[in-house]
């Protein structure tokens, strides 16, 4: 990839401000979002140009990089600008209406769609990992993520213990960009958080951003002042320095069951995100290097003892689940059938990997049925009082939405700002008098505001590619679809190609995202707001489509949520469902 390019030295974050170095602003948005997703501060390694999870890059090489600031630059208002996996790779004239940057990264044909055949063209310099939102430049730092995972602990809570944590004790793994999220999501729900991480570096920078409280060596001193923290219903966290799959064994080998158990390790790679049991974070980089095979050897083999150890704690009565990094599917694709789980497979009934649930299935896919999903919205002018002044917009035009409230005043009390202040919330597609979405309510009120000068510079609202209708993924977002339609990617497919209908800003399409190559298709879009009836009318577009999609795909599949929301909200859904 090169070395760090001179500008984005100089740059290190997003520009920020109401002074603009492209033609307009949706063009800067890109520009300041592409910056703030290698903002060192937000982005997890940006000198190598990854963002977060495992290697989601948001360019292809420095050369890339310094190409996509000169064409963004330059881009016109009536022009828009191709990316090919990180690499701008041509710009039409097209009509001002248009979306202003199209992406598709790391999208290969079926038949190819895998890790081996990505790899080799990654090493030919011809591919990017894109993730999720580090290629499509909607990263916002662990900020992004906190809120699908307090509001996946927070059902999980609904569903299991009186809507609250107190006195529950989550044990899990992972302090990376995303994982990093887990230990402030389970004390904003009160409990108790004992997490396993490999890089040390990784808990002290989750300590330093508030997310986590404390670290330690020693896992028996990790479960005993966890154990006391809950007993006394206090919320508290700590960072256990050790390799997941050996925390969550040697708890069950004791008979310490956690009340609940899960995992954001980056195991959706065995290569470049996982690590395996035995070595330190040194040695195993360097094994990386030097014997590749030997190292996915070894991490699959440690992921194998990962989930078997998170099926016994389940037997002996943990509420586990897999929190989206593919952890079932790769041991069930590479180990398992070899027989080397042999506590799994000396079961009564033997266990597989997938006997144990996805959060998706779980806890969120109700949520989609609603057309609900993360709503995420950036101050490009670096300002946190322009968020602030979202916060209360928003409070104000969901006076009834008690869960909403309570997560906007937790956020703006205990969640950091990285790098451009951002803030997300679930919002969903429930229609109004007017017709008008939840959605596009919130993105209406936003433009007023900028228009007003209340808020001083344009606000760009984007989302996770983890969405109601914009993924297919059928080890995560898509798993267990009631009429089982969960490996079809026409969907993701219809929601980029309904953005771009709908006049989106940026529209991209990937393949791969948290669960690895092959295994996801999905979406997103971004849409600036600043404050001209032109940004009013595309909210106002893509604001219906975009959450919609979510609404008919999961009628589609037979969802009675989604079935009586289409009726309820006057979405049209041309052939009955069953
Ligand atoms: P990341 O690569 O930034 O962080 C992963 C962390 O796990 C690293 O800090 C690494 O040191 C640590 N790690 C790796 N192997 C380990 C092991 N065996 N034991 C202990 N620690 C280990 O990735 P991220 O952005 O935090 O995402 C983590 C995973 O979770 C990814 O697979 C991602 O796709 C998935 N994820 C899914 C969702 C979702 O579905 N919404 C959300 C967040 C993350």
């Not at 409280?213 to 966290?237: F, H, N, V």
């Not at 956020?411 to 451009?420: I, K, T």
């Not at 997103?524 to 919609?548: I, K, M």
Request: glycine share 10%.
């Amino acid at each position: 990839i090169g070395e760090p390019s001179e500008q984005w030295q100089e740059y290190r974050g997003a520009p920020t401000g109401t002074e603009i170095e492209c033609k307009g602003w949706r063009q800067e948005a890109a520009l300041r979002l592409l910056n703030n997703n290698l903002d060192p501060e937000v982005a997890e390694r940006p000198e190598d140009l990854v963002v977060y999870g495992g290697t989601g890059r948001a360019a292809r090489s420095w050369a890339a990089y310094d190409a996509l600031v000169d064409e963004l630059r330059e881009l016109n208002d009536a022009e828009t600008l191709l990316v090919q996996s990180g690499k701008p790779v041509g710009r039409f004239r097209t009509h001002e209406r248009a979306p202003r940057v199209l992406i598709a990264n790391s999208n290969l044909v079926g038949k190819w769609d895998t890790w081996e055949q990505f790899h080799e063209l990654e090493a030919e310099g011809l591919i990017m990992y894109g993730q999720m939102t580090a290629g499509s430049w909607a990263y916002i730092g662990t900020q992004g993520i906190i809120q699908g995972t307090y509001e996946t602990l927070a059902e999980l809570a609904r569903q299991q213990y009186d809507s609250d944590l107190r006195g529950r004790i989550v044990a899990t793994g992972g302090l990376g960009g995303m994982g990093g999220a887990q230990p402030l999501a389970v004390t904003m729900n009160n409990g108790v958080c004992v997490a396993a991480e490999v890089d040390e570096s990784r808990i002290d920078r989750r300590i330093d951003t508030g997310y986590c409280m404390e670290k330690t060596d020693d896992l028996d001193a990790a479960i005993d002042r966890a154990q006391r923290a809950a007993d006394a219903g206090e919320p508290y966290s700590v960072g256990v320095h050790t390799n997941a799959a050996d925390m969550l064994e040697a708890m069950a080998d004791q008979g310490f069951v956690p009340d609940v158990v899960t995992d954001q390790t980056s195991a959706h790679d065995e290569l470049n995100g996982y690590y395996p049991s035995g070595y330190t974070v040194e040695d195993a980089d360097a094994l990386r290097e030097d014997d590749p095979e030997a190292y996915v050897e070894q991490s699959l083999n440690t992921m194998e003892r990962h989930v078997s150890a998170i099926l016994r704690l389940q037997s002996e009565g943990a509420v586990v689940f897999e929190y989206g990094n593919n952890i079932r599917g790769q041991v069930d694709e590479h180990r398992w059938h070899d027989g080397a789980a042999e506590w799994a497979s000396e079961a009564e009934t033997p266990l597989t990997p997938f006997d144990f649930p996805g959060f998706v299935p779980a806890y969120i896919r109700p949520l989609f049925c609603q057309g609900k999903g993360p709503f995420r919205w950036i101050a490009l002018s670096g300002k946190p009082e322009d968020i602030h002044r979202t916060d209360e917009a928003v409070l104000d035009l969901f006076p009834d939405k008690e869960h909403l409230h309570r997560w906007i005043e937790l956020a703006a009390e205990r969640v950091e700002f990285q790098g451009l202040p951002s803030r997300v919330c679930w919002l969903g597609y429930r229609t109004d008098e007017e017709g008008h979405t939840e959605r596009a309510r919130f993105a209406l009120r936003i433009n007023e505001l900028v228009a007003d000068g209340e808020i001083e510079a344009p606000i760009v609202v984007t989302r996770d590619h983890l969405d109601a209708g914009s993924v297919a993924s059928p080890n995560r977002e898509t798993e267990a679809m009631r009429d089982g339609s969960d490996a079809i990617a026409d969907w993701p497919i219809l929601n980029a190609l309904c953005n771009c209908a709908a006049g989106a800003d940026i529209v991209s399409v990937h393949d791969g995202g948290g669960v690895g190559i092959g295994n996801a298709v999905h979406a997103n879009n971004h849409v600036v707001l600043d404050g001209t009836d032109r940004a009013a009318e595309t909210a106002r577009r893509v604001f219906t489509t975009d959450p919609g999609m979510g609404i008919i795909r999961h009628a589609d599949a037979g969802y009675e949520a989604a079935i009586e929301e289409a009726t309820r909200s006057d979405v049209h859904i041309p052939l009955e469902t069953e």
